[in-house]
C-alpha cells in the first residue's frame, strides 16, 4: 500500500501582519502571504502599494525606520520571528538585497561580496570559494572584481548586490525592486540568473517587483498589494491570465474602450478582484 504524501509545510508564513510607521501611519494593513520552500513568490503592486515594508517586515529592518509590527505574525522555517533582530535573521538564512541596490559605493566589488560573508565567521579559503561560486553565475562581476563599486553600472550594482546577499549563505532571498533603472535586457538577465539560483542552489526568493511582465514569466506563485492590502493572489499562470492583471498591469485591453488603470476607481477593482 502506498504511502500518503503530506503537503510541505511552508518556508515562510505571513499571518495578518499590520505594520505602523512613527506610531501613526498604518502601512500594512492585515497581510498574509505564503512562500513554500524553492518557490520563486512574486509581491506586485505600485507605488505606496507596501510591498517594500513587507519585505522589511520579515527582514527585520523595520525598526531603522521607527516602523514595527502591531498585529499579526511572522514565521520562518517554524519559528515566529517577528520581533527578533535583524542580524539574527540573517543567521537563520533570511538575506534583503534593498531596493536601490545599496553597495558600498568606495569599497571594491570584491571588497562588497566579501562582506556579505561576515555573519557567517568562515575561513579564508572558504571565502574564496564562494566568491568563486558567485563569479560562476555572475562573470561579469569577476571582470570587475578590482573596480570601484560606486564607479559600475547600475546592472552591476544590482548583481554585486545580489552576489554580496548569495555570500550569507541564505535559504531565502527577499529581493526589492531588481528592475529599477535598468534596461529590459539587463532585467530579464537578473531574473533568469534568479531562477538559476532557485534551480540550482534551492534558493528560495520574495521578489517585489513593479515589472509584473517578466515577475510572472519566472514566478511560480504572485501576490497583487494595494494600499497595503493583498487584493489578488495565483499562480503566476492564473495572474498572468486574469483580465484585470492584463488590463491594470500587463497593458493588454479587453478589447472594447478602458480607462488606464490610474483611473479607474479603487473600489471597482476591489468588487471586481473580490468577486
Sequence with gaps: MAEATTARDPLLVMQNVEVVYNHVVLVLKG???EVQEGDIVALLGGNGAGKSTTLKSVSGLLTGER????????????????????????????????????????????????????????????????????????????ERRRSTA??????????????????????????DEPSMGLAPQLVEEIFEIVSRLRREQQVTFLVAEQNTNVALKHADFGYILENGRVVLYGTGNELRENADVKEFYLGVGSGEARKSFRDVKHYRRRKRWLA
Excluded: C, W
Excluded at 104 to 124: C, K, Q
Excluded at 150 to 175: C, D, F, H, N, V
Design 31 to 33: 497581510v498574509s502571504l
Design 67 to 142: 516602523g514595527e509590527i502591531t498585529r499579526g505574525h511572522i514565521t520562518y522555517q517554524g519559528e515566529n520571528v517577528s520581533h527578533i533582530p535583524a542580524p539574527a535573521r540573517v543567521e537563520k538564512g533570511l538575506s534583503h538585497v534593498m531596493e536601490g541596490r545599496r553597495v558600498f559605493e568606495h569599497l571594491t566589488v570584491e571588497e562588497n561580496l566579501t562582506v556579505g560573508a561576515y555573519s557567517r565567521n568562515i575561513s579564508t579559503q572558504q571565502t574564496q570559494q564562494d566568491l568563486e561560486r558567485v563569479y560562476e553565475y555572475f562573470p561579469r562581476l569577476r
Design 150 to 175: 560606486g564607479y559600475t553600472s547600475g546592472g552591476e550594482q544590482q548583481m554585486l548586490a545580489l552576489g554580496r546577499a548569495l555570500m550569507a549563505s541564505p535559504k531565502m532571498i527577499l529581493l
